[in-house]
């Protein structure tokens, strides 16, 4: 649904729209306009081909629907929108679609054979399906990529928010961190817009212990080395994820659960202290084809989790190894801070773009858009917009262009970032309002002086963003005033 920031935004345009006359810029502000118009915002999901993108996929729509493997549709951009079921549209790179019926209930299709394409002639795969995670975004899953090579694919210019999958950090974290930052700067990510994830965890676990701890330890030194180009990552057991997704883990691997759960309990620990003491404990009450069947589809993590849970049935089971797998976790940070900065990140990404297109248009066309490229202007500066604005000063924080004392960069940080009031200001989250008031007050009054400053017109303009949002915060604290206008 189309907030009001989006809803402003298309007024603006809407009413320019007849100075661009016909041609590219006409184009362009009606592409604009059709994004400001669509359901949902778009959250587009990045990494390597195995760090798991399609398992995050999966996880945010809640069924299994991504290209799986290095089948030849993963090289494909894969759109899921919401809408009538079993729709499947392949969008060519000469601008032709293509269309079929497809079973809502089944992935996307390992290759275009069915409608006579070849995966090189295609741009674009579109899925509608009737899932209700689509009512809230627009999901696109990024064809697998190589972050290292600093390889941006385009269509990351498309989304309004993104699910960057951190690599598994197996050569050493610290070359893992330096490809995410040339990766992440290159495409211009910011953790006003970005969420890290860390995949397969279990993978950085000492033999078959809880992988949580290590997991935990990893993307906290994520968080802390990447801090301005991505929130703090949120770990999440890709094994456990998809084996709680329908499809998954089934009634055979229920049964042999609940057989495992009546074995003698110092047996069963020893067996289920490594994978390979499981899969050949040949006296145990299990036969071999039932544990390795389970094995695969859970992992002995897994298994001990759902043996020490007590879940008796196939739904059960995959509400624990929904929220075992930190899928939940996940699914909260789409959900809940990320899909309440929707209409801003929207917004404030087709405002670039609607920039962008009146500034290319024609000498011919440029006298009569000047009207339009003003209003766009001055919508910028849109109180509710300063958030967003200030992921251009994480950018340039960040690549050195401009310079911060650390304990100013650290509240700027905290402005652009914070879900809330006083997370932005560095309060917890009970903060009383008074003094939620009285602190964005002094940040206030601390970004004026820099912006009073001897300082580069780049700097002076983040921070006067950065100013316009501590005022902001603290009328919001303060509440209604009824001598001030635009407090009604």
């Known amino acids: 649904m189309t ?23 006409a184009d362009r502000l009606r592409a604009c306009l059709e994004a400001l118009a669509e359901r949902a915002p778009r959250l587009a ?107 941006v694919p385009p269509v990351l210019d498309e989304a309004d928010a993104v699910l960057l999958v951190l690599p598994e950090p197996a ?21 006003v817009n970005t969420v890290g994830v860390l995949t397969r965890p279990e993978r950085l676990a000492v033999a078959d212990a809880d992988p949580w701890p290590a997991a935990r330890q990893v993307a906290r030194a994520y968080g802390e080395r990447l801090h301005g180009l991505l929130v703090d990552p949120v770990p999440v057991a890709g ?38 003491e499981f ?15 389970l094995v695969e589809v859970i992992g002995v993590y897994g298994i001990r989790e759902l043996v020490a849970a007590g879940a008796d049935d196939v739904a059960a089971s995959r509400a624990v190894l929904w929220e075992r797998s930190g899928a939940a976790a996940l699914v909260a940070r789409v959900t809940g801070p990320l899909l309440a900065a929707g209409d801003r990140l929207r917004c404030a990404r087709l405002l670039r773009v609607a920039e962008r297109a009146v500034r290319a248009a024609g000498p011919d066309r440029a006298r009569g858009l000047a009207a339009l490229g003003g209003e766009l202007a001055a ?17 340039d ?30 309060l917890p989250a009970d903060a009383d309002p008074g003094l939620v008031a009285e602190t964005a007050r002094k940040a206030a009054a601390h970004w004026s002086a820099w912006e009073s400053a001897d300082v580069s017109q780049r700097l002076r303009n983040h921070v006067r963003a950065a100013r316009e949002l501590a005022q902001r915060l603290a009328r919001s604290a303060a509440g209604p005033d009824p001598h001030r206008e635009d407090d009604g």
């Open 3 to 25: 907030g009001p920031l989006c809803a402003g935004l298309a007024d603006v345009i809407a009413a320019g729209l007849d100075s661009a006359g016909s041609g590219p810029t």
């Open 45 to 151: 999901v990045v990494g390597r081909h195995s760090d798991g993108v399609s398992t995050v996929v999966d996880t945010v729509l809640g069924t299994r629907r991504a290209a799986v493997g290095r089948v030849p549709t993963a090289s494909v951009a894969g759109w899921f929108r919401y809408g009538d079921p079993g729709v499947l549209r392949a969008i060519l790179r000469n601008g032709d679609a293509r269309a079929t019926r497809w079973d809502d209930s089944a992935p996307l299709p390992p290759d275009l054979t069915g409608l006579g394409l070849a995966v090189r002639e295609v741009e674009r795969i579109v899925l509608r399906a009737p899932i209700d995670a689509l009512r809230h975004w627009t999901v696109i899953d990024v064809p697998g990529m190589r972050p290292d090579h600093g390889d």
């Open 171 to 191: 050569a050493g974290l610290e070359p893992a961190v330096a490809s995410v930052r040339r990766f992440a700067l290159a495409a211009g990510l910011t953790a």
């Open 239 to 276: 094994l456990l994820a998809a084996a709680a997704l329908p499809g998954g883990f089934g009634e055979d691997h229920a049964r042999t659960v609940r057989t495992l759960r009546a074995a003698d309990p110092q047996r069963r620990a020893l067996a289920l202290a490594d994978e390979w």
């Open 279 to 293: 899969r050949d404990w040949a006296d145990g009450p299990v036969g071999r084809q039932d544990r390795l069947r």
């Open 379 to 395: 919508y910028r500066n849109q109180p509710e917009l300063a958030q967003v604005r200030l992921a251009g000063a994480l950018t």
């Open 397 to 426: 924080l960040l690549s050195g262009r401009c310079t911060l004392p650390a304990a100013d960069a650290a509240a700027l940080e905290m402005l652009a970032t914070g879900v809330h009031a006083a997370d932005c200001l560095g």
